[in-house]
């Protein structure tokens, strides 16, 4: 059976990323002074989905930036974690958008060690697609350089290290915030160091997602990772001199590193938003800006002292689904016609149930992604069908096999990469991740001799030695039966073929003529649409010739009849509607 493609391109989230930010607002309270506007660009053009705010001032800085900022963007999508009135005036809060996270609960680290310093926040946080719950820590440790500043940075770090070493171990946490350290010298600012340091307890133990630790101050080559200071004129408070610091930062725990993690940091997602590398003790809005747009760069340098920093975090909120479809071959590479006509897979049923895959999903992790579609609304996989889905379905064209659904929109890398198959729901009803070393080669597909084996690996995937078409080695919509070891180019010439199946619709009797060149064993079964036999037309040896069977529905409800026709490990589909 053939079904012809429709293409439909479907951002089907199947896995969540959220954006984390931090940003110090430099006195943010809310009070109208011109710089509204320019938080609005700047959050508008970042998109985050959790903020960590420093410098809030009290609590109409705090509700005004929910109100004035962030509703306008979006209204009736941020919620804030509790706020924290602390004695110092700057204060730090969060921000969430709702529909993404929810807040569990809040507390207190005693850090401040001076008037006018400020403690660490902590909010207990919960994903709601995967319910994965972390924590999320605001820091805005004591500012100025010198030694005595440099101390009670320590004091306050090693408080803070300290809780975190209480945590459990693999637990998933972000700290993030205005750390006012310097460089990463262990004499001169021993706080950092208290905080990326191993120790004989490392579960708080901090890390930074893009290993760019040194002596960062004044230094041209972390130029690209700096976040302070946008400015170089003095208005509006804060501090001037260029582009020259990294006091902004997004720690993340251990477990955030591990890309096998339910829950990690996302490789190449971090920046300091507006630092093109190319401002080095500059204004970052000086000249022309190579990472945003003019009025971004404007809204940076009028907004703040800081830049904001965000990154990009995976949740774990991949479903499963058990529907009993498992890939069972691929050719990855032809070498008879080019990939854009040669490249298939295969897929096997291996319930005893009919299976309706019209509206699922094929995509890999690159983007790639196709919704399969047939007008009538069905694409019918019976059981024990070996089902070819190709990106070109003419035999005259692909290397001579024949395919039961035509696709694009999605290819198979020579390399690394991924057939994902996805249910309508979005679930994940098969995969298999596989690189350039697994078993297939040039002209060479790779298959299943076991269809109970774990096709996720690749000691379960074999080079195919059968021949078909023009060449290429392959059992496109054959079960492997382990004889297949020598190349059998006879194996797919087709012996039988279903000439016609009339009146299509139908309201009493249906034809069926067949012609086969040789004596084959055929079984052809006859199932509605819920999966259930109605009746066994024929199970045995037909001769050479033309052969005819006629069936009658009488007795059986108007619908659509499938009509599965089983020979030499090969299955054909037809189908017909029965109109009383």
Known sequence: MRYFLLSIFFCYANASTARIMTYNLLNYNGDGDGRIDDYVTIIDAIQPDLIITQEIIGQSGFSSFKTDVLDIINSNTWSSGTFTNQSAQQDIALYYKHDIFTF?????????????????????????????????????????SGSSNATERLQEATILRNHLDDLSSNSYFIVGGDFNIYSNNSSSEPAFQMLIGSTDDNDGRLFDPIDRIGHWHNNSSFADVHTQSPRTSNFGGGATGGMDDRFDWLFVSQA??????????????????????????????????DSVSDEIADALH???????????????????????????????????????????????????????????????????????????????????????????????????????????????????????????????????????????????????????????IIESWHPSTAEYGLGDLGTPGYRYDGSLYMNHKSLHVERFSI???????????????????????????????????????INGIIYPGKNEITWSANGQPSGIYIFKFAYENKTKIRKAIFLK
């Open 302 to 456: 009028d907004a703040s002292d800081h830049l904001p920093v965000y990154m990009d975090v995976w949740f774990n909120d991949l479903t499963y689904s058990d529907d009993g479809i498992i890939i069972t071959e691929i050719m990855v590479n032809p070498s008879r016609v080019s990939d854009s006509y040669g490249e298939w897979f295969e897929i096997t049923n291996k319930t005893d149930s009919i299976i309706n895959i019209n509206g699922w999903y094929i995509k890999d992790l690159g983007g790639e992604e196709h919704q399969l579609f047939s007008y009538d609304s069905n694409i019918f996989v019976m059981p024990d069908e070996y089902f070819v889905l190709a990106r070109n379905g003419d035999s005259l064209y692909n290397g001579g096999f024949s395919s039961e659904y035509e696709y694009d929109g999605f290819s198979l890398s020579n390399g690394d990469d991924e057939i994902i198959l996805l249910n309508g729901d979005g679930s994940i009803v098969d995969e298999v991740h596989y690189s350039e070393s697994w078993a297939f080669s040039n002209g060479i597909s790779m298959e299943l001799h076991d269809v109970s084996a774990d096709n996720g």
């Open 499 to 537: 000439s016609s199946i009339y009146p299509n619709p139908f309201n009493s009797y249906i034809t069926i003529r067949m012609h086969n060149t040789t004596e084959v064993s055929l079984s052809v079964d006859v199932y509605d649409l819920s999966g259930r036999i109605v009746e066994t037309l």
């Open 104 to 144: 569990l609960n809040t507390d207190v680290i005693n850090t401040a060690q001076s008037s006018g310093t400020r403690d660490v926040i902590e909010w207990a946080m919960s994903h709601e697609a995967s319910g994965i719950e972390f924590k999320v820590y605001g820091v805005h440790l004591k500012a100025s």
């Open 256 to 289: 955030l590193t591990s890309d096998v993690s339910e829950m990690y940091y996302v490789e190449n997602t971090y920046w300091a938003f507006g630092n093109d590398g190319n401002h080095f003790n500059q204004a970052i809005n000086n000249g022309s800006n």
